[in-house]
C-alpha cells in the first residue's frame, strides 16, 4: 500500500491486525527477528506462552534468545508482573542485566517496535489473552495496526522515548506509584 505524501518508489507496510493475527504478526514473525534493539510498552504484564520450533514456551524465552544476539531490549509497563511471569524471568537470568526496564503506572498505550523499522500498536496488552496466543474463545477482542511507514514508527517511538527519558515525571500527580521514578529522574 503506497501513503500519500510518501516518496512515491516507496512501498509502505500499513495493516490493520486483530486478536490472532497479532499473536503470529507481531510475536511469532516479527520479535524473533529484532537485530538491534526491541521496545515493548504495555499496561499489563502476564505469561505468555508462544511457539517456538513446535515447542510452547514463555514468551521470555524468545527476549532471552534475543539478549543472547545483543538485541537491546526495553519494556515500559504500568503495573508489575503476574506471579507466573515472574517465575519464569527467574528462568532466564541473562534478562537481568539484557533488558531494561521501566515500570510506569499511568502507561496504558501499547506497542512494539522492532529496530525503529516496524512497528505495531493498537490495545492488546502483553498478556497470552491480548496478543492472541490463547484459544478461540479464552482470547481477548483486540485491534491494531502495524506499519512500517517511517513517519508511524518515529511517532511510536517518540511517544515510548519521552515517557522512558521521563519527560512527564516531574509534574506526574502519580509519583507515589512509581516504583522507578528516582531512577528516571537520574538518566
Not at 75 to 84: D, I, N, Q, R, T
Not at 111 to 128: F, I, K, P, R
Not at 156 to 162: A, K, T, V, W
Amino acid at each position: 500500500m503506497t501513503i500519500p505524501g510518501i516518496d512515491s518508489g516507496s512501498k509502505t507496510m500499513l495493516e490493520f491486525v486483530r486478536d490472532r493475527e497479532i499473536y503470529e504478526k507481531v510475536i511469532c514473525d516479527r520479535i524473533p527477528r529484532a537485530l538491534r534493539f526491541l521496545w515493548i510498552a504495555t499496561a499489563d504484564l502476564k505469561d505468555l506462552h508462544v511457539d517456538k520450533r513446535g515447542k510452547m514456551v514463555p514468551f521470555l524465552e524468545i527476549l532471552s534468545d534475543l539478549v543472547d544476539k545483543h538485541v537491546e531490549i526495553r519494556l515500559l509497563h504500568a503495573k508489575e508482573p503476574g506471579p507466573a511471569f515472574r517465575r519464569d524471568f527467574d528462568k532466564y537470568p541473562n534478562l537481568l542485566s539484557g533488558m531494561e526496564r521501566i515500570l510506569c503506572p499511568r502507561v496504558h498505550f501499547k506497542s512494539v517496535v522492532v529496530d525503529g523499522e516496524y512497528a505495531y500498536t493498537g490495545s492488546a496488552n502483553l498478556t497470552g489473552a491480548g496478543m492472541g496466543a490463547k484459544t478461540a474463545d479464552r482470547r481477548n477482542f483486540e485491534a491494531g495496526i502495524i506499519t512500517d511507514d517511517r513517519d508511524l514508527v518515529g511517532k511510536i517511538m517518540d511517544q515510548f522515548d519521552g515517557i522512558w527519558r521521563g519527560e512527564h515525571c516531574r509534574q506526574c500527580k502519580r509519583k507515589a506509584y512509581c516504583a522507578d521514578y528516582e531512577d528516571i529522574l537520574l538518566r
